[in-house]
């Protein structure tokens, strides 16, 4: 029997029962539950089977399919469209969504426009140039020539962190410091933001900016439709190298981006060579500066977050600058266990 009426179901996130039939569900469509997600939207047909299904991880859409018996129904749309409803009554209203790159047209038709693409990977946004109008607001600087980046997180701005941005400025006539935007560190994004724009203060020519939503965020780390996850952390990487170099490295005439080794964490250690591989195709040359030491070992953010866990500040103050360390004196009680 076919249906043409279908109920809207809500979960924020889905109780048990209903998620177990949700991931069920994904399964038959090549697609996977995503862990993050903080809402779902399904529409269910007569018999209690899911019909579509569309969910949400803070402005990321996530998870959209249709069962192959609802196909020219025109529930994506309709999905899509109370999840993006559900999301600007949130007040969110910068959307973005990932889908594989046969699905263009799909969501062109929805209202979203490309960021880039892999061979795996598309992704959108609801705003026509969102990225561009972003990347065209920041500053740049008085020079167009010999531009660097660094992209870090600062969890918290270590003296390490400290010892790279003064070594890569030495060798740029600007250097643009990108620190993360996500909310997903123990430090907010804001203080991790204000305590490097304070540490390398005296240092002329670095122009510090946020990422907003646009680099090593949720909305370039999808996994959940990719077959082979052995692979998803790859295709992660890929897309957001691409990102930087066709929208940031372009608008701002970056020619140089500089990490530090990492001889500890092999996660970081592979996105540095997946930089290597990539940013060299679009010209954008990859620096290493050996990492600062301390007491004969390389200075770590986990480090100091350690001494902090144990409410030992005093411990942190060879690890970073004074301004980072006179915050700790001030609020560094919040981050004891």
């Known amino acids: 029997m076919e249906y043409t009426n279908f109920y809207e179901e809500f979960g924020s996130p889905l109780n048990p029962r209903k998620r177990k039939k949700l ?19 399904n529409l269910v047909d007569g018999d209690g089977n899911i019909a579509a299904t569309c ?18 129904y ?12 559900r999301a600007n009554e949130k007040g969110i ?26 061979e795996d990977i598309l992704l959108m946004e609801n705003e026509r140039n969102g990225i561009t109008r972003y990347i065209d607001s920041l500053p740049k600087g008085e020079s167009s020539e010999n531009i660097g980046a660094i992209v870090m997180n600062c969890n918290p701005f270590t003296n390490g962190h400290r010892y790279l941005v003064e070594t890569a400025a030495a060798q740029c006539d ?13 430090f907010p994004a804001a203080v991790r933001y204000e305590l490097v724009k304070k540490g390398v203060a005296d240092i002329p020519n670095v122009i510090v900016h946020q990422t907003s939503d646009y680099l090593i965020s949720s909305a370039v780390f999808p996994t959940y439709f990719i077959k082979d996850i052995s692979k998803a952390e790859d295709a992660n990487c890929i897309l957001d190298l691409k990102i930087f170099c066709e929208h940031f490295a372009k608008k701002m005439n970056i020619t140089k981006r500089f990490v530090g080794t990492e001889p500890t964490c092999q996660v970081t250690n592979a996105y540095n060579q997946q ?22 070992r390389a200075i770590s953010a ?5 001494y902090l866990h144990k409410g030992d500040i005093e411990g942190t103050k060879n690890l970073v600058p004074p301004t980072t360390y006179e915050y700790f004196e001030k609020e560094g009680y919040r981050y004891k266990k």
């Open 23 to 41: 991931e069920e569900f994904l399964a038959k469509q090549d697609l996977r539950y995503d862990e993050q997600i903080e809402e779902t939207c």
């Open 55 to 72: 969910s949400l991880h803070a402005n990321v859409l996530k998870c959209i399919a249709v069962s192959e018996n609802y196909q020219g």
């Open 74 to 85: 025109g529930l994506s749309p309709r999905v899509v469209t109370l999840m993006i409803n």
């Open 93 to 118: 209203k910068h959307l973005f969504l990932f889908t594989k790159p046969k699905n263009y047209q799909m969501f062109s038709d929805m209202g979203f426009y490309p960021i880039t693409q892999t």
């Open 174 to 186: 600007t250097l643009h410091l990108f620190v993360l935007s996500e909310d997903k560190s123990e």
């Open 275 to 296: 930089m290597k591989a990539v940013l060299s195709s679009y010209g954008v040359e990859v620096v290493e500066i050996q990492r600062k030491e301390c007491d004969g």
């Open 302 to 306: 986990s480090v100091v977050r350690d």
